[in-house]
């Protein structure tokens, strides 16, 4: 089935991560199914055949399946990837009629950003002793970037006389230009000085590769224990703190969408509900309570 499956994921113009966890999340299914289907044999059941697949592809195992995921301690978001790869096997690929490939999804999980104070990212920008992983961070931040987009940035992509980075085909394969900050800028050229980068801006531990994402975010989570910011955090918070800082900092919200790459205005609003600015200019009632009492204001 895989050998069906990738090619067309590959000719729909899928990313390599989508194709890897739909090419997952079907093997599970699979594996699911079949071993269900086991146990009926040994009662005396039925053969599994393409047709049975077919069959038993629909909502009642389909909803099965995703509660198990639920009960294994799975995320909505997983079990909601889940799905999409299981209706894509079933409408795409086994051309089954798109009322009976419909399944009931879990509710998204509304979770905030998580996002560090300005303080804690210079702690933690600064904390790599090596310049090509202090640099890598830098622009990580400075330009609201994606792991994904900082290992692919090519030198030619630095723009320091417009002040803007090209991120070529990001996530659902767009363009678009970000901020290219003056301090970041000055770390670059240090090291493209030293490291002379030819193809890729930071290449990989072959010729002619990239670094690999996993390296990055490795980086980060050595520099975060370097910086001692005693926070449970992966890379990606970096770019929500890139967002949050300009929002707090009265940057409109539209353009904060294109920076960041977002289709959806929806997505960006999330970080109107983690900034603390307007929280912080509100007084809470035992402050006032206990402030108006030391005045002797009754």
Request: proline share 4%.
């Amino acid at each position: 089935m895989e050998q069906i499956l990738i090619p067309r994921l590959k000719a729909k113009g899928y990313s390599t991560k989508t194709i890897k966890a739909y090419r997952g999340h079907t093997r599970r299914f699979v594996e699911y199914f079949c071993k269900r289907y086991i146990e009926e044999l040994c009662a005396g059941g039925p053969l599994v055949t393409k047709k049975i697949f077919v069959e038993k592809l629909n909502r009642e195992q389909v909803q099965r399946y995703a509660i198990q995921l639920l009960e294994e301690g799975h995320s909505h978001a997983y079990v909601n990837q889940a799905i999409s790869a299981l209706r894509y096997l079933a409408a795409d690929m086994l051309k089954m009629p798109t009322e009976q490939a419909k399944y009931i999804r879990p509710k998204k999980e509304k979770e905030l950003p998580y996002v560090l104070s300005e303080q804690e990212v210079l702690k933690i920008l600064r904390s790599p002793d090596n310049l090509k992983h202090r640099t890598m961070l830098y622009l990580t931040y400075a330009s609201g970037l994606r792991v994904s987009e900082v290992v692919r940035l090519r030198p030619e992509d630095l723009d320091c006389s417009r002040g803007i980075i090209t991120v070529r085909q990001g996530k659902g394969k767009k363009d678009r230009h970000t901020l290219l900050s003056q301090a970041a800028w000055s770390l670059v050229q240090t090291y493209i000085r030293k490291e002379r980068p030819e193809k890729w801006l930071f290449p990989g531990q072959y010729p002619g590769t990239h670094m690999h994402e996993r390296s990055l975010q490795k980086v980060f989570t050595d520099a975060l224990h370097r910086s001692r910011v005693n926070k449970k955090a992966g890379i990606h918070v970096l770019r929500h703190s890139f967002a949050t800082h300009l929002l707090e900092n009265g940057t409109d919200l539209r353009f904060i969408q294109e920076l960041l790459g977002h289709s959806n205005p929806a997505t960006t609003e999330r970080y109107t509900h983690v900034s603390t600015k307007n929280i912080r200019r509100i007084q809470g009632p035992l402050d006032r309570i206990m402030g108006e009492e030391e005045r002797g204001i009754e």
